[in-house]
Nanobody, 128 residues
């Protein structure tokens, strides 16, 4: 069974930090490309950061210098460290994984259509 489960969301004041974790099971553990997305009410889902198996990373311009995506272990393969949070970072954050062997070892993407597996999301709320 393919499953992704996010954790670590919460409510913080502007300037604060949160660390999101993504637990994976099944085929998602072998994915070569994983990413974090977010969606605020009334807005489209947007890519935040993507990590390839070889360590290649891509960030959205809006989070560069503030967010850090990183690899974990087999059970928790993906993290997102979020620093200097702003109210505009408020959204539901989703972990995503591409199909096993779908892409090359260095492929990253901030496009949601490139991903096949999604978690249920974890809410991040930043107050001013």
């Amino acid at each position: 069974q393919v499953q992704l489960v996010e954790s670590g969301g919460g409510s913080v004041q502007a300037g604060g930090s949160l660390r999101l974790s993504c637990a994976a099971s099944g085929a998602t553990r072998e994915s070569r490309t994983m990413g974090w997305f977010r969606q605020a009410p009334g807005k489209e889902r947007e890519g935040v950061a993507s990590l390839a198996k070889d360590g290649t990373i891509t960030y959205a311009d809006s989070v560069k210098g503030r967010f850090t995506i990183s690899q974990g272990n087999v059970e928790n393969p993906l993290y997102l460290q979020m620093n200097s949070l702003k109210p505009e970072d408020t959204a539901m954050y989703y972990c995503a994984a591409a199909k096993t062997y779908q892409y090359t070892w260095s492929f990253t993407s901030l496009t949601y259509r490139d991903y096949s597996y999604w978690g249920q999301g974890t809410q991040v709320t930043v107050s001013s």
